[in-house]
């Protein structure tokens, strides 16, 4: 069901991330952010806070038009206006958000479509048929599973960013949830000993060294990505052990169970990202960049 | 006299009254958040009923708790110029029915649903940050609230969840909107989404 493409793509991801992926816009607010961060920030607003100031529009031609255009009658009221304006904006400045290019915009905006149909036409009402067959608690149970078999990916990648504390914490949670969480069914690590979930990717890995994200992509069925997370994807994708299951046909059925399971868990915080958004396609890109800012920086 | 002296100033605390002290921000958001918990658990409200009483109540709370001019004007950012007086009236109140059919509708929802006052940070000088986590069944979900401090009182004006700011994510929606269309063609999306075109 999840097809080639999917497999291919949702390789290395970690699995509470492809899934989030998967569901595409499952994603948004407590979801979909696994992903997105830009290193790239354009500051937009913050780029223009005084009449003289004009936009550097190196990569911001069309914003230019943001820079206010001062009339000399009204020059003065302009100016106190802009100078409260000023105040504002470098109050927030620090959390501006982050910006990406999106030269693939029709390309993206096709398989935003795509996702959305995929969303609402199959994966909604397939998860929500076997949400209806089997209780939340086992649903929790086998999400908690398939987090805790992806663990190589986090403990790599923790390691990778020279984050010891957070690796030994993986492995703490693999020994502690194979065994006394039943094969990592439970999440005894967490919920007894308090020791957190903390996602890690080569993603976030690139990010933490310095590399932006080049630009805003958009895979089918795998939804929101940008060209370093795409290839953070592949990467991780080696460290997946599910991956390495044969036939490649039960390595995707698996994956795309998984999916399921976990769209199951996640009903409506798609529809609720949809339903606040004035423009959903925009807003989708920027929760995905502003998120993967914060996995970056955490 | 030790006695006294700590006698007469809890009766001057007692008699004098603070009105232009709100407290501590983080007193304030958890005040205001432990009343949307408790009208979400009061199981005196039920079916459809209750539903829109419930809806009322965290309305007016949230009446309290935002400050929807501030929110507006920084979603704007420099947009906000290009608005006149009216039309930033306007853009204040259709935002505000968005945030509340987005948001506040969306709270009735919940009701298994924790939440932790982690801590408080300095933004700035008048603006700050309460960070707060929903403990759900199925994950934890950081939610921090920037609040700014007006006329004595602590006002909601962002509300940052898993790391992605409401404020930035629709100003990245509406710049977008702007870079093609007048302040009015704005508004006029907004109308039809809020319900009042």
């Not at chain 1, 089997?134 to 987090?147: K, L, M, Q, W």
């Not at chain 1, 039943?182 to 007894?192: C, E, P, R, S």
């Not at chain 2, 965290?58 to 420099?78: A, H, V």
Request: glycine share 8%; proline share 4%; charged share 25%.
């Amino acid at each position: 069901m999840a097809g080639h493409k999917a497999f291919l793509w949702g390789k290395g991801e970690e699995l509470t991330m492809k899934l989030r992926k998967f569901s595409i816009g499952v994603v948004v607010i407590s979801v979909l952010f696994l992903f997105g961060c830009a290193h790239n920030s354009v500051r937009q607003d913050s780029q223009a806070p005084v009449v003289t100031a004009a936009v550097s529009d190196q990569n911001q031609e069309t914003k230019s038009t943001q820079a206010p255009q001062i009339q000399p009658d009204t020059a003065k009221e302009t100016e106190i206006k802009l100078a409260e304006d000023k105040e504002d904006i470098t109050e927030e400045g620090e959390e501006e958000a982050p910006q990406i290019a999106d030269p693939f915009y029709i390309w993206n905006k096709g398989w935003y479509y795509f996702n959305d149909k995929f969303y609402f036409w199959l994966l909604k009402p397939v998860s929500k048929g076997y949400s209806f067959i089997f209780p939340e608690i086992a649903r929790i149970g086998v999400s908690n599973f398939f987090y805790n078999i992806t663990t190589p990916i986090r403990f790599v990648n923790s390691i990778l960013q020279f984050k010891m504390k957070d690796a030994g914490n993986e492995l703490l949670r693999l020994v502690i949830n194979s065994t006394v969480g039943v094969g990592g069914l439970g999440d005894f690590a967490k919920g007894q000993l308090d020791i957190k979930r903390k996602n890690e990717d080569l993603g976030q890995t690139f990010g933490a060294y310095g590399v932006g994200h080049g630009f805003y992509l958009v895979w089918p069925i795998l939804g929101p990505s940008s060209l370093r997370d795409t290839v953070g994807l592949v990467g991780d994708g080696f460290l997946n052990p599910i991956n390495y299951i044969r036939p490649v046909e039960t390595s995707i059925a698996i994956t795309a169970y998984d999916t399921v399971n976990y769209t199951s868990l996640h009903i409506g915080d798609y529809e609720d990202i949809i339903e606040a958004a004035v423009d959903p396609y925009i807003s989708i890109r920027d929760a995905y960049v502003q998120n993967r800012k914060k996995k970056v920086d955490e | 006299m030790k006695k006294q002296f700590f006698g007469l100033i809890l009766v001057l605390l007692l008699i004098v009254p603070f009105p232009a002290y709100a407290g501590p921000p983080l007193d304030t958001v958890k005040g205001h958040i432990n009343k949307v918990l408790d009208v979400l658990s009061d199981s005196s409200l039920k079916g459809e009923s209750g539903k829109s009483a419930k809806k009322a109540k965290i309305r007016s709370i949230s009446e309290k708790m935002f400050d929807y001019n501030e929110l507006s004007r920084r979603t704007l950012g420099q947009n906000w110029n290009k608005f006149n007086n009216e039309q930033q009236k306007e853009f204040t109140e259709l935002y505000k029915c968005i945030l509340e059919d987005a948001y506040a509708d969306k709270l009735i929802t919940y009701t298994d649903e924790k939440v932790l006052f982690n801590k408080e940070t300095i933004l700035s000088e008048k603006t700050c940050e309460i960070q707060t986590t929903i403990i759900t069944k199925k994950a934890d979900i950081p939610i921090h609230y920037r609040v700014i401090q007006k006329e004595g009182e602590w006002r909601v004006y962002d509300i940052v969840i898993e790391g992605v700011s409401l404020v930035n994510n629709y100003r990245t929606q509406f710049r977008e909107i702007l870079a093609s269309k007048s302040p009015d063609g704005l508004l006029d999306i907004l109308r039809k989404k809020v319900g009042r075109a």
